[in-house]
């Protein structure tokens, strides 16, 4: 199959330039890129979709770059913002940027030049300002920027758009044009928001080059409901396991709706198509062992095989009735959270993040909602102390879905 009809058949591309011209140009070697924002120093899990995109061609033959923002991120991306984002210190963005080159390591090969990872600080920084607007600034029209939607959002007078991010189109397809010299690169992957974005660097290259280049848009992830997917209520869903734990990244896809779950498996799992397809008329609990399906290889992917095999054991031990609670996501008391006497269950709560707060843990119990070592906790003055969690600990549950195993050292 055509890497392009890969794309499409797993749901990832949104839209394309010349496609006709596209199916030719990616029957031969092709060097493309993607950027990313180092606006944190983890990748989340909506820049795994486009990172998939590039594994798939990799995976036929094509090179992908990959590009971190160290120049770009310190104007800002205004697409999709209602207001200026807060600037970063060149510092943190220096080390956000190597945050994520190692991440990036993990998905896709590196080895003899098969893919590169450069980093546009290398070229944007040192521009000087008169040569740059003469030079590439007359190749922009003003009128024509501001018909782009990444413009349009914030010409209204509440919100009001700083020249700054004005510029950021011009610095987004500078980069285009100085990897299509530099690299080969004549091919840009990013998120539908970025279309004006890209489509300014194809004409950049055109004007000053004279020569083709193109453009694709990678969808979001998007639940059957259309809102975004990745998105807990302590924040995203990151890549990194000090920021979302294996056990909760597995949890999170082992939960997925019905609805969603083969879009899931296509957009971001390697499982052939063959084998999604034939999950089409699976029903009930075939289902949820589609689920599971997803979980174990989405997380074997990020985190490996081994954490992936500890997360769905840890499951199976709180859900389907194992008592091997080794892998389960444990919080660590002292003898100081102790030191004014035993916790009751709303500061347990508290402590192990299931409640923000002690009136949100009140509620919780109230309901009937909370159950210690699988006794349910009803009286709100249940408390414990440091000898209650024994050498083992015990699991503290809020819910069917949000649990720990509490120790105290």
Not at 25 to 38: H, I, S
Not at 41 to 62: C, E, F, V
Not at 202 to 217: S, W
Request: charged share 25%; glycine share 8%; net charge negative.
């Amino acid at each position: 199959m055509h890497i392009l009809d890969v794309l499409k058949e797993r749901g990832f591309i949104a839209q394309t330039t010349f496609e006709d011209e596209l199916y030719k140009q990616l029957e031969e070697p092709t060097t493309f890129y993607v950027g990313f924002d180092p606006t944190a120093d983890s990748l989340h899990i909506g820049h795994y979709i486009p990172i998939m995109a590039m594994a798939h061609m990799q995976r036929a033959g094509h090179r992908p770059i990959a590009l971190m923002g160290g120049g770009t991120a310190m104007i800002g991306d205004p697409s999709g913002k209602t207001d200026m984002r807060k600037m970063m210190t060149v510092e943190t963005i220096d080390h956000n940027v190597e945050c994520i080159k190692q991440q990036m390591s993990r998905f896709l090969d590196f080895s003899d030049d098969k893919a590169i990872i450069v980093n546009n600080a290398d070229w944007l920084r040192n521009l000087n300002f008169i040569e740059f607007m003469r030079d590439i600034g007359a190749m922009f029209s003003v009128n024509k920027m501001l018909t782009a939607d990444c413009y349009k959002t914030r010409m209204a007078p509440d919100n009001g758009l700083s020249f700054l991010e004005f510029t950021y189109m011009l610095m987004q397809s500078y980069d285009f044009y100085h990897m299509f010299q530099e690299y080969g690169c004549n091919m840009q992957f990013g998120g539908d928001d970025q279309w004006s974005n890209m489509l300014g660097g194809t004409e950049l290259i055109r004007r000053k080059l004279g020569k083709d280049a193109y453009a694709m848009t990678i969808n979001l992830l998007l639940n059957s409901e259309g809102k975004k997917m990745g998105k807990t209520q302590s924040g995203a869903v990151w890549l990194d396991p000090e920021k979302t734990s294996p056990f909760d990244f597995f949890q999170y896809w082992r939960n997925v709706a019905d609805s969603d779950v083969l879009k899931c498996i296509r957009m971001l799992t390697f499982l052939p198509l063959e084998e999604i397809d034939a999950m089409e008329s699976w029903e009930g609990a075939q289902l949820n062992q589609a689920k599971e399906i997803l979980a174990f290889e989405l997380t074997k992917l990020v985190h490996g095989e081994e954490e992936a095999a500890k997360a769905r054991e840890a499951s199976h031990a709180l859900f389907a009735g194992g008592r091997d609670s080794a892998h389960m996501p444990t919080v660590e008391l002292s003898a100081a959270d102790f030191a004014e006497g035993d916790l009751d269950i709303l500061a347990l709560l508290v402590k192990t993040e299931l409640a923000p707060s002690r009136s949100d843990a009140r509620r919780a119990v109230e309901q009937g909602g909370v159950s210690v070592a699988d006794a349910k906790v009803t009286d709100i003055k249940t408390s414990y102390s440091a000898d209650s969690f024994g050498a083992d600990g015990l699991v503290v549950k809020r819910g069917k879905k949000k649990f720990v195993k509490v120790l105290v050292k």
